[in-house]
C-alpha cells in the first residue's frame, strides 16, 4: 500500500424512477488493498459496482478508477478490471472451455490457449472442459466465473457476492487466492454477506439505504462504533431472550450458534440488564467484544429505524 | 399484465392496426392502377377511347406516348401496371370493318392485380366507341365489337400466382426470421445477464452489434438459396435477370431487417415482448408490400407506409430480376430506398445502444 488510490469517487448518487439508491457516495480503495463492501439487501451495492466500472451512469458525481475517469474513460476501465457480476452471467449453453475462451477473446487476450488451460487447471475443471455451463452446480458456476473474470489478470477486481453458494473449503481456496493476488498488488473490492470473510478485509465500507454508514479499517470498527456485548448461555435461552428483549439498553440481541449475545451502546444500562438474568436457573454470562456481525446487524437496526 | 405495460399496449394496437389495415388498406379489386397509353394516332375514336379510359375509376393514366415501343419501359419498370396501345391505322381500319387491335398489356407479376382492371376494358372501349358509330359507322355498331381488344399477360402468361408469391416469399421468410431471431436473442442477452458480461469487457457497441448479427448473415443467406432453389425445382419459376442484382437486394435486405430486430431489442425488455414487437412488424410488412395484396390498390397513405417498409422494396426487387430479367438499372429505383432504410436503422440502432445497463 503506498497510498495511491486505484477507486477515488466522490458524490455518486444514482436514481432508478426518481428513487434514490445510491446517496451521494465516496470511497477510496488504496492499491493493493482487499477492500470489503458491506450492506444488507438492496442497500445499493450492486449499483455502486456498476457505476465504478462504468456499467452504469451515475446521475451525480466523480472519480477516477486506476487513474482514469468513471465517465468518460470506462472502455479503457473495463480493459483492466475484472468484474464479477452477482448473477451468473455466462452462457449457460456454452462449455466450460469455450466461455473462458469466449472472454479472452472479448479482450483480445494473446495466447488465448495458454490462458484458458491455465485458469482450467486452477480451476481444477480441466477433466470437465466440456461439460455445459449451465449443468454445473451453483458454486462451481461461482467458480468459473471468478476464474472467468480473472482471465486478462486485471488490476483491479470488483466482486460482487462472490462466494455466494459456494462451499467452506472453496471460499477459504478463494480468498487465499485474493490475498495471493493482494500481495502482487491487485486492489479487490468485494461485496459480501459473510462476516468470516468481511474479517479478513483490510478495511470495511458498509452501505445501507444507498448511503454509506461506516468506511474504516476493519480492525477499527468496534471501537468507532462502540457496542458493548455479552455472552449468555442458558438451557433455556428463549426464555432469556423473551427477559433481555425490551430491557433498556438492550439494543439486540442474537443467537450465536448455541448461545446468545445481548449488545448496547450505553455499557452501565447493558450491564444493569444482564444483571437482572443472571440469576435464571443456569445462566452463565461472559463479557466479550463485540463482532463484525453484532455491530452490523446494529446498524442495520439502526438505519432503518433512522429512516421510518 | 398491470406490470408488463409495453405487452398490454401491444394487446390494444395489434386489433386496432388490423382493423384499419384490413378495413381501409386492403382492396382486392384495385382502381386507379397507372397506365400508359401508347396512342400512335390521334383521331374522334382514339380520342374517345382515351376520355373513356380516364373516367374510369380502374385505369389513372399517368403518361400518353406516341411512337411505338416507347410505352414499354413504363411497364418493365414497374412504374405502371398497364400499357395500353392503340396502333397506327385504328381508325381507318376500324371504318373499314377490319377489326383493328387494341392490346393491352398488363404487369401480370402480381395476377390478381391486374384482374379487375383486364375485366373492365371491353366494357369501358364499348361505351367509348358507341356514341361516335352512328349515322354510315351505324352497322358497325349492331354486330360484335368492331375492334379487338387483346390481352397481354406479360411476365407471367398463364397467371401462375406461384410466380408471384415463391418470390415474394422469400422476403416474408426473411423478415420472419431475421427480424424475430436478432431481436430475441439480443433481448435474451439483457434477461440471461450475459450482456452485462459483455458489456463489462472492452468492446465497442459496433463490436458487440455486428458480432451479434453476422451469424444470422448466414442464416438469411441458406434461406435465400432454399427458396430459389424450391422455386425453380418445384415451381419451375423462371429466373430471367441478373443474378448479381438480386445478390445484391438480398444482402441489402438481410441487413436491415438485422438492425430493425436490433433496434427492437433495445426497447424490449423481455423475450416475450420481442415476439409481440416482431409480429408488429410483421403484419404491416405482409399486408402493405404488395405481398398479400396489390400495393397499387391501397390508399395513399397505405402505400407511404409500404414504401417506408424494407420489405416493398424488396418485394419489388425480387420480382424484377426474376420475373422481369432485370439488371442493376432496372431495380435502382428500389435499390436506393432500400439502402436508405438500411443506412436510418442502422443509425437509429447505433443510438438507442446501450453502452450501461441503464
Ligand atoms: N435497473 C434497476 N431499475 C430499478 N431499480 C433498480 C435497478 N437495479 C437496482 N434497483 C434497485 O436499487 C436498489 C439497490 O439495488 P442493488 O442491487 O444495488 O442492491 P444490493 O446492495 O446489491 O443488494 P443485494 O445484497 O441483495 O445484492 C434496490 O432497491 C433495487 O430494487
Ligand atoms: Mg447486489
Redesign the pocket.
Known amino acids: 500500500m503506498n497510498g495511491e488510490s486505484v477507486i477515488d469517487v466522490r458524490g455518486l448518487t444514482k436514481r432508478?424512477?426518481g428513487?434514490v439508491?445510491v446517496d451521494d457516495f465516496a470511497l477510496r480503495v488504496p492499491r493493493g488493498a482487499i477492500y470489503g463492501f458491506l450492506?444488507?439487501?438492496?442497500?445499493?451495492?450492486?449499483?455502486?459496482i456498476r457505476m465504478v466500472c462504468g456499467l452504469l451512469r451515475p446521475d451525480e458525481g466523480e472519480g477516477t478508477c486506476l487513474g482514469l475517469d468513471v465517465r468518460q474513460e470506462s472502455a479503457l476501465i473495463k480493459e483492466r478490471v475484472g468484474y464479477m457480476t452477482?448473477r451468473f452471467s455466462l452462457y449457460e449453453d456454452m462449455s466450460i472451455r469455450e466461455n473462458l475462451d469466449f472472454v479472452a477473446r472479448l479482450y483480445a487476450l494473446p495466447d488465448r490457449r495458454r490462458r484458458v488451460e491455465a485458469a482450467l487447471g486452477d480451476l481444477g475443471l480441466s477433466g470437465r472442459a466440456e461439460q455445459l455451463a449451465g449443468t454445473l452446480s451453483g458454486g462451481w458456476k461461482q467458480r468459473l466465473a471468478l476464474a472467468a473474470c480473472m482471465i486478462h489478470e486485471p488490476e483491479l477486481l470488483l466482486l460482487?457476492?462472490p462466494t455466494a453458494g459456494v462451499d467452506p473449503k472453496a471460499r477459504r481456496d478463494f480468498w487465499d487466492q485474493i490475498r495471493a493476488y493482494a500481495a502482487h498488488g491487485v486492489t479487490t473490492l468485494v461485496?459480501t454477506?459473510y462476516m468470516d470473510e468481511a474479517v479478513q478485509c483490510d478495511q470495511i465500507a458498509f452501505?445501507a439505504y444507498?448511503r454509506k454508514l461506516i468506511d474504516a479499517p476493519t480492525r477499527e470498527i468496534p471501537g468507532i462504533v462502540g457496542l458493548h456485548a455479552w455472552r449468555v448461555t442458558a438451557p433455556d435461552l428463549d426464555a432469556v431472550q423473551a427477559r433481555l428483549r425490551g430491557h433498556p439498553g438492550v439494543e439486540l440481541t442474537a443467537r450465536f450458534g448455541a448461545d446468545l449475545h445481548a449488545c448496547g451502546l450505553d455499557r452501565e444500562a447493558l450491564d444493569a440488564a444482564v444483571a437482572v438474568i443472571r440469576d435464571m436457573p443456569g445462566v452463565e454470562v461472559t463479557r466479550i467484544e463485540a463482532g463484525l456481525e453484532e455491530i452490523f446487524i446494529h446498524l442495520m437496526a439502526q438505519s432503518t429505524d433512522a429512516l421510518q | 399484465m398491470r406490470r408488463d405495460r409495453l405487452t398490454f399496449a401491444i394487446m390494444v394496437m395489434m386489433p386496432v392496426l388490423q382493423l384499419l389495415l384490413f378495413g381501409y388498406a386492403i382492396n382486392n379489386d384495385p382502381r386507379h392502377l397507372a397506365t400508359v397509353v401508347e396512342l400512335r394516332e390521334d383521331g374522334p375514336l382514339t380520342r374517345a377511347f382515351l376520355a373513356g379510359l380516364r373516367l374510369s375509376s380502374y385505369f389513372d393514366i399517368i403518361a400518353v406516348v406516341r411512337y411505338e415501343g416507347e410505352g414499354d419501359q413504363w411497364i418493365r419498370s414497374g412504374s405502371a401496371t398497364f400499357l395500353i396501345v392503340v396502333p397506327e391505322g385504328f381508325e381507318t381500319r376500324l371504318v373499314r370493318g377490319e377489326r383493328p387491335q387494341i392490346l393491352i398489356a398488363a404487369d401480370a407479376s402480381d395476377p390478381v392485380a391486374a384482374g379487375g382492371a383486364l375485366g373492365a376494358a371491353n366494357e369501358i372501349a364499348r361505351r367509348s366507341f358507341a356514341p361516335l358509330l352512328v349515322g354510315p359507322l351505324l352497322p358497325l355498331a349492331t354486330k360484335a365489337p368492331p375492334y379487338d381488344i387483346v390481352i397481354h399477360r406479360r411476365f407471367n402468361p398463364a397467371a401462375e400466382t406461384s410466380f408471384n408469391i415463391v418470390p415474394g416469399l422469400l422476403g416474408v421468410i426473411l423478415t420472419m426470421t431475421m427480424v424475430m431471431i436478432t431481436s430475441i436473442a439480443l433481448t435474451r442477452e439483457f434477461e440471461r445477464g450475459t450482456m452485462e458480461t459483455l458489456l463489462a469487457t472492452p468492446l465497442r457497441p459496433a463490436e458487440v452489434m455486428i458480432g451479434k448479427t453476422t451469424p444470422y448473415i448466414l442464416v438469411g443467406a441458406m434461406q435465400t438459396v432454399l427458396v430459389l432453389v424450391a422455386g425453380a425445382l418445384l415451381f419451375q419459376i423462371p429466373f430471367s435477370g441478373s443474378f448479381d442484382a438480386l445478390l445484391m437486394g438480398v444482402g441489402i435486405f438481410i441487413f436491415a431487417n438485422l438492425m430493425l430486430g436490433y433496434l427492437i431489442s433495445t426497447v424490449a425488455r423481455t423475450q416475450m415482448q420481442a415476439m409481440q414487437m416482431t409480429f408488429f412488424v410483421f403484419l404491416p410488412s405482409i399486408l402493405l408490400s404488395g405481398f398479400m395484396f396489390p400495393f397499387r390498390a391501397m390508399p395513399w397513405w397505405a402505400q407511404m407506409i409500404g414504401e417506408a417498409l424494407p420489405l416493398t422494396h424488396f418485394l419489388r426487387i425480387v420480382r424484377e430480376t426474376i420475373l422481369k430479367g432485370a439488371s442493376f438499372s432496372g431495380i435502382a429505383d428500389d435499390l436506393v430506398p432500400l439502402l436508405a432504410i438500411l443506412v436510418a436503422l442502422t443509425s437509429l440502432a447505433m443510438m438507442r445502444f446501450r453502452r450501461t445497463?441503464d
Open positions: 432508478f424512477g428513487r439508491v450492506g444488507p439487501n438492496g442497500s445499493g451495492k450492486t449499483t455502486t452477482q460482487d457476492e461485496s454477506h452501505i444507498g | 445497463l
